[in-house]
């Protein structure tokens, strides 16, 4: 089950989920979000037990940016950077890399109304001799 409400620049939602078998809650997920036009704060909180939040910002009418952290109590923590740059109306070029060492760059084209190409990569910084990094294609078509 889950709900939310929002007033304004306000959004506040939950969600929860129950399990028959044991006859009780057994996720309580929390987050709220502030949105200013440019710019949207959000916080989260799942179980308790992990806490994150983020910002997004509109830089330039050719810029986004965003950062997003988490933290496990008692436990790890994640931290990550993007950013997107369009190069025009119908490309753009988007970047990220997080606490782990993983970089992922990506390019849009527009080939025409209905039809985009997405070309990707994520390198694991950590092992760049070793093999795991991805490459990713994508035809996207719509009728």
Do not use: W
Not at 31 to 53: E, P, Q, W
Not at 72 to 83: K, L, Q
Not at 103 to 117: E, F, I, W
Request: proline fraction near 2%; charged fraction near 15%; include cysteine.
């Amino acid at each position: 089950m889950s709900t939310s409400v929002g007033h304004g620049a306000y959004s506040l939602g939950y969600q929860t989920a129950f399990d028959s078998g044991k006859s009780a809650l057994t996720k309580h997920n929390l987050a709220l979000a502030y949105n200013a036009g440019d710019m949207i704060l959000h916080a989260t909180a799942t179980d308790s037990k992990v806490f994150g939040g983020g910002i997004y910002l509109k830089n330039s009418p050719v810029l986004e940016t965003g950062v997003t952290a988490s933290s496990a109590v008692g436990g790890s923590s994640s931290f990550g950077i993007g950013c997107k740059y369009s190069l025009g109306p119908d490309a753009s070029l988007r970047a990220k890399v997080n606490n782990a060492s993983q970089v992922g760059l990506s390019y849009q084209q527009k080939l025409r109304d209905g039809v985009t190409v997405t070309m990707s990569v994520n390198i694991d910084g950590n092992k760049l001799n070793e093999p795991g990094h991805k490459l990713g294609l994508c035809l996207e078509m719509e009728a």
